[in-house]
């Protein structure tokens, strides 16, 4: 990020762990120079939340399961308790110094509650968010207590990047599995926001690696003097943080078995393992230190001799014009992460050889790999197969190793890290441009003192409502969305408002409706898309059009039920005037590919009848064609004239019939997204009830 920062002059936000003096004084004035001078702003977290906060869930919970360690993961309540603690500050640190306008970036796990957290206290703000490291299968990250809390935190973002596709695919599947959010490839709705989505690899800034070999004394000095060391020998490098991920003690047992099985190279070729020590407060990587000292213990025990050792180990952090100039001495760099987001030494290497014949061997594991496709890919786990591509790599000829670095390092230097964050910040503006254009351009909340008064001055009113979505969540099964008492108080309480009718239009059955509204004996109630009513005060219940043969419905029926067959978790809804095929608890691309299925086959089935196949939300249904809200809609509202007072709100396809069939001047509202002819929107349920309560107290 520094040479990105450097050029915006923006504030850098972060933890300075133990960097501060613990006098307050000089605490302070640090402080305030860092900040003055770098922009840089130190967010303290006191000691007690910040070690649960960062060796704890950001680094015992989230880590293992991000990277799909599940059996790694350490379950600690207070734990979380500390995160959301410590995600806290870093938020109220950031609107205390952000300004409209202003450009907001989270980076990483252990900020993931950032985004939501900045919304809440400043809604209009403009916020991404990057994660380095993967996102896991929905089944792993589902297994965490906190993960509705975790998706929701990141949700509070205008523009959410993952390191490659598949971590952005995985994180879709798990909005789906945990929340029921449906998404698209590059976007999801949620409270009426989009959050745009994209797979944006990290590059790394290859210029300064380039210019440390040409310009560095230094380092050319120590270049040569490697290369004198290990003359008539191949090296292979290897830099990684002491992390489980990294596949360290992978890497030293293959190393053990290449010895084994290729003798002819024994005392031809060295590793140099440089491993900087890393969160050793956390005991898993404390048993990672001995394990792998161990290991190159035993490999150099067992084939070393008194003029070679097979393995180097540097357990220590190496300064950078020692690393280029390992880099650059390397024959092969040896990459092998059990799983990492994108992995930077890859990169660094391919930097370091500009014009150079070295080979990338690169685990399938990492980010880098979908990126670094001329590196030799190599599966960690499989150590007879990762010995082989050894072999064949140490044995490649030098033309084959340059061509592949040449293209390597074209991609490596395209892509870096300032183009990286360049395109990050510009999806964001334009994430947040489109957003706020839409918002503008889009519905408009109706206003409240607005609504009412219309409402109260009018000499006769008439509501219509639609049912699931609108006064009521939608729920994963259709039977749950029984209303509470309290919805059926405030329907019973505007049947008794003078000169006003109220009625629900729902796709329902006859029989849910009856069940939980019928005996509010002043409330209209048309079921199954308006083909049969209950007028306002009637008793029974009449049928829009008369007389139709219902003899179709059998030859409808088991195509249906065909299809719910095949998959598991679909139902089919028999209504009297209908048939519906719910699909809601289905896969979701499975289900969306086999409705299209089910629509043509109807269409042919169906063709020139006086039926219909409707594709709703989550269910295909087959009814007539003239029974749909609209029809109701204007059969309600024919009595009423210009001075009168109508409202339609609704929140499906359906509900669309319902406001086209109005005047233009009826107070007409969608509910939640998607594109519409009402004149309002209104984000959920919620709101709607209380836009109705405000009509019972005007
Ligand atoms: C996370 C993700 C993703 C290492 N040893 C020394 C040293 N390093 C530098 C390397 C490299 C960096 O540390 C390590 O970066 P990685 O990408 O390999 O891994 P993580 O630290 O796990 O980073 C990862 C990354 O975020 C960026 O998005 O790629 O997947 O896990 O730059 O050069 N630097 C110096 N001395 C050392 O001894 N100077």
């Known amino acids: 990020m520094a040479p990105w920062m450097a050029k915006t002059h923006g504030f850098w936000l972060g933890w300075p762990g133990d960097a501060l003096p613990g006098e307050p004084e000089g605490r302070a004035r640090l402080m305030r120079e860092w900040e003055e001078e770098h922009g840089y702003v130190a967010v303290e977290i006191p000691a007690k939340i910040s070690r649960s906060f960062y060796e704890g869930y950001a680094n015992d919970t989230l880590w293992p399961l991000l990277h799909g360690f599940p059996t790694r993961v350490v379950f600690a309540p207070d734990s979380w308790v500390a995160y959301r603690d410590a995600n806290q500050r870093f938020a109220d640190a950031v609107v205390s110094r952000a300004q409209k306008g202003d450009l907001i970036w989270a980076h990483d796990y252990q900020l993931m509650l950032v985004p939501q957290m900045v919304r809440e206290q400043s809604p209009d703000s403009r916020i991404g968010f990057f994660l380095h490291i993967p996102f896991p299968s929905s089944e792993v990250f589902r297994i965490l207590p906190e993960r509705e809390e975790l998706l929701r935190g990141l949700l509070g973002a205008d523009a959410l990047a993952f390191q490659t596709h598949g971590h952005l695919h995985n994180f879709r599947r798990s909005l789906l599995q945990v929340l029921g959010l449906e998404s698209q490839m590059d976007s999801v709705q949620i409270d009426g926001r989009t959050v745009h989505l994209s797979a944006l690899p990290i590059g790394i ?28 020998r191949k090296l292979m490098i290897s ?11 992978e890497r030293l047992r293959t190393f053990r078995r290449f010895l084994r099985s290729s003798p002819s190279w024994r005392g031809k070729v060295t590793l140099v393992q440089v491993a900087v020590p890393s969160r050793e407060r956390v005991p898993a990587y404390a048993e990672l230190r001995s ?11 067992d084939f070393g001799t008194p003029e070679w050792q097979p393995v180097v180990y540097l357990r220590r952090a190496v300064n950078k014009q020692e690393l280029a100039a390992l880099y650059s001495a390397a024959d092969l760099a040896w990459v092998g992460p059990v799983r990492d987001g994108m992995n930077l030494v890859a990169k660094e290497y391919v930097a370091c050889q500009h014009d150079g014949d070295g080979i990338l061997l690169l685990s399938e594991f990492a980010g880098a790999a979908h990126e670094l496709g001329e590196a030799l890919r190599i599966n960690p786990y499989d150590e007879v197969g990762t010995a082989e ?34 395109r990050f910040i510009d999806g964001l503006r334009t994430a947040t441009a489109t957003t706020r254009k839409t918002m503008r351009k889009d519905r408009p909340t109706p206003d409240l003192p607005a609504l009412t008064a219309a409402f109260t001055q009018a000499e006769r009113r008439l509501l219509l409502l639609d049912y699931d979505g609108t006064l009521t969540d939608i729920k994963p099964r259709p039977q749950d969305a029984a209303p509470t008492p309290r919805l059926t108080g405030l329907l019973r309480d505007l049947t008794t408002l003078p000169n006003t009718t109220t009625a629900i239009i729902s796709g329902r059955s006859q029989a849910d409706i009856e069940r939980w509204f019928g005996d509010i004996p002043d409330l209209g109630l048309a079921v199954e898309h308006g083909a049969l009513m209950r007028a306002p005060g009637a008793d029974g219940w009449e049928m829009l059009r008369g007389g139709m043969d219902l003899s179709w419905k059998d030859h409808v029926a088991p195509v249906l039920e065909q299809f719910a067959a095949s998959a598991p978790g679909s139902l089919v809804e028999y209504k009297d005037y209908a048939l519906a ?5 289905v896969d979701a691309e499975f289900g969306a590919w086999l409705a299209n299925e089910l629509v043509t086959t109807l269409e042919n089935l169906l063709a020139g009848t006086e039926l219909a196949v409707i594709h709703g939300n989550k269910v295909v249904e087959v009814r007539y064609a003239w029974a749909n809200k609209g029809e109701v809609a204007a059969h309600l509202a024919a009595s009423y004239r210009r001075k009168s007072f109508v409202m339609a709100v609704g929140d499906d396809r359906t509900d669309e019939d319902l406001f086209g069939s109005l005047p233009r001047s009826a107070w007409t509202i969608r509910v939640g997204t998607g594109s519409t002819t009402a004149r309002f929107r209104l984000p959920g349920p919620r709101e709607v009830r209380a836009v109705l309560r405000a009509l019972v107290e005007a």
């Not at 050319?220 to 060391?229: D, G, I, P, S």
């Not at 830099?239 to 003690?249: H, N, S, W």
């Not at 095929?581 to 608890?585: A, P």
């Open 205 to 232: 800034q290859s210029d300064e690696w380039e210019a440390l070999l040409r310009d560095d004394r230094k380092v050319a000095k120590r270049r040569a003097e490697l290369n004198a060391r290990h003359h008539g």
């Open 291 to 301: 394990e792998v000292s161990e290991l190159v213990g035993e490999v150099n025990g």
């Open 581 to 585: 095929w719910h699909y809601r608890l």
């Open 389 to 422: 591509v050894i072999e064949r790599a140490l044995e490649m000829p030098s033309e084959e190793r340059a061509e592949r670095m040449a293209a390597l390092h074209e991609r490596v230097h395209r892509n870096d890290a300032v183009v990286w964050a360049e």
């Open 239 to 249: 830099v990684d943080r002491l992390d489980y991920t990294k596949g360290i003690p």
